[in-house]
């Protein structure tokens, strides 16, 4: 499923600027810090996601450590 679901190009391009829906309602039961390293690998602006691969890596190895 994409995350976001646009009916035009203008909807598609004012989506880009607005967080995707949370994957909570998605997936009930998914622990937050996963929720929220989802939510920032699709944040609109650049600098609030992760730099790059590495520091996603990173993130996901130290969330799987608490699971």
Do not use: H, N
């Not at 004012?14 to 309602?25: D, G, I, K, N």
């Not at 810090?33 to 730099?51: G, K, Y």
């Amino acid at each position: 499923r994409p995350p976001w679901e646009s009916a035009t190009a203008d909807q598609a391009i004012r989506r880009t600027s607005l967080p995707p829906p949370p994957p909570a309602p998605l997936c009930p039961g998914i622990p937050a810090p996963v929720a929220a390293a989802i939510e920032r690998c699709l944040a609109p602006e650049p600098a609030a996601r992760f730099a790059d691969c590495g520091a996603i890596l990173k993130a996901w190895k130290g969330l799987a450590a608490d699971y």
